[in-house]
């Protein structure tokens, strides 16, 4: 084993690699077993169980060099062994298929390479080359793994080593990713491939890490192929995907460089609280940055931006006629204040208008609001107006002062 397998770099990377395989293990076997569930360190490194008993277990082995590992002497081969003879009942027959997953090479007449799901498959022979090896090799590494299999009556062994499967040569972790795009060739949407392997990986990180908590047991495939169906429809021409997650945001940093912004004023004039003040500083932020996201990947068009613009104009303003007409000329400041402040509200609340009709993740509309907002084309308070134009004057004569 290379030096650097050792090091924890070496092992993080072979975390990452089972993580990543499972989810193309799951590509790749799920549509023929819907029924079936996939998991992460619950009965192996991965493993299929159905209605909750393994059907098939996998561990996952990640080497730099391709041809580490794989020989019928070797310390992963053996730990591999160890941990089935341990957990997976060897001489059961009717026990889990047993797939060692690698990226090394096996030489073709390696007990590994005998394995293999081919042609060329010997059992009888891999037998013979695990038993010599079990025999003859002093690796005090291997010492406990060879003793336990050679525990094993011949019987034993023989259904022991006959629901092994080797796949060698198996893609190594920067590789992964194009294949689980080749994976989901046909759910690919047109010119947008990229944004949605994203989303697909944004889910399965999430996923893994639940299983890996102990928070899920498992995902079965037919809900996996729902999760990736929606994935999809959302590239569709009525409906959009969100990138920009609540959860990747940096709430501190991003209310920091925003506090100042006209937007935050209008809201602070109708006495709006700290609370919802930081709220809609995240909305303007996560919208700002999911129309640069999808006007960038072309899956909307600006026209279509300012169409939407317009339609939320057109309900602010309906809503602003009615404020101001309730309130009337002799309105207190507190009252208008107050009437502000419900405004506020009501709009953030609406769900009126939509930037498409299946598309109803209401933080853009309401982040779309507050660029609005922003730019001075709508406002809370009845004065708005004037005191965007005093905001102006005032920021403008500081900028002016400044050395």
Known sequence: ?????????????????????????????????????????????????????????LQTKHHLNSNAGLGDKDVDVWKTLLVWIETAKPGD?????????????????????????????????????FDDAATTSTNDKTARARQQYLALTPSQRAVFVDRIWVLDDAPRIGDVDAAVRRALWNTLPLDHEDMFLSLVWKWWTA??????????????????????????????DDHLPTTIELSDVDEDTVVTSHENRPFVHQMQWVRCNTTNLRKAIIDYHRAVAQTVEWV??????????????????????????????????????????????????????????????????????????????????????????????????????SAAGQP
């Open 1 to 57: 084993m290379p030096a650097g397998e050792h090091n924890a770099s070496g092992s993080l990377v072979g975390y990452m690699y089972q993580v990543h395989w499972c989810l193309l293990e799951l590509l790749k076997r799920g549509p023929e077993r819907p029924d079936f569930a996939i998991s992460l360190e619950l009965h192996d490194d991965v493993a299929w169980d159905l209605n909750g008993s393994p059907q098939d277990l």
């Open 93 to 129: 027959q009717h026990g889990p298929q047993l797939f060692l997953v690698s990226t090394s090479h096996a030489a073709d007449d390696s007990a590994a390479g005998l394995l293999r799901p081919d042609g060329r498959r010997d059992v009888v022979q891999a037998i013979c080359r």
């Open 207 to 236: 996923v893994a890490l639940d299983m890996l908590q102990g928070k899920k047991a498992s995902v079965t495939a037919a809900a996996a192929r729902t999760m990736i169906s929606g994935i999809r429809d959302r590239f569709s």
């Open 296 to 397: 960038a990947d072309d899956i909307i068009g600006l026209r279509e931006l300012e169409r939407f613009e317009d339609n939320l104009r057109d309900e602010w303003e309906r809503h602003f006629a009615d404020m101001v007409e309730d309130l009337g000329d002799a309105a207190s400041e507190p009252d208008r204040i107050a009437a502000g402040k419900t405004l506020l509200r009501e709009l953030r609340e609406s769900t009126a208008v939509n930037v498409r009709p299946k598309y109803n993740d209401s933080f853009f509309a309401r982040g779309k609001r507050h660029e609005l907002a922003d730019r001075g084309r709508m406002g809370w308070h009845p004065d708005f107006e004037r005191l965007m134009e005093n905001l102006m004057i005032s920021t403008a004569t």
